[in-house]
């Protein structure tokens, strides 16, 4: 069992940036791939960005590539989102996830752990 647990959200101008930290409990973080996803008002949740059990290898949707990271401290447990030359479009809500194994995952079913998700709000 993991449990997850996002912060770092909240108001920012288009062209800023945020830090989204995903905190874990369990002895088995370093066993799961971690994911990020996010979800705007009446659109259907989609992938953002994911990161190995090692860190080493990782993975963005076209729309972020570029402008976002993900990086994972396994000695503390936690995943990170650095968004950075942040647009309106990406306001949505945004969700940390864990899906059991080393390989990278993009698709939503293939995770099995969820955060309650952090508003990010960009405007214009």
């Known amino acids: 069992q993991v449990q997850l647990v996002e912060s770092g959200g909240g108001l920012v101008q288009a062209g800023g940036s945020l830090r989204l930290s995903c905190a874990a409990s369990?002895?088995?973080?370093?066993?799961?791939?971690m994911g990020w996803f996010r979800q705007a008002p009446g659109k259907e949740r989609e992938f953002v960005a994911a990161i190995n059990w090692s860190g080493y290898s990782t993975y963005y949707t076209d729309s972020v590539d570029g402008r976002f990271t993900i990086s994972r401290d396994n000695a503390k447990n936690t995943v990170y989102l650095q968004m950075n030359s942040l647009k309106p479009e990406d306001t949505a809500v945004y969700y940390c996830a864990a899906a059991m194994g080393a390989v990278i995952q993009t698709l939503l079913e293939k995770y099995d752990y969820w955060g309650q998700g952090t508003q990010v709000t960009v405007s214009s």
């Open positions: 369990g002895r088995a973080f370093r066993n799961y791939a």
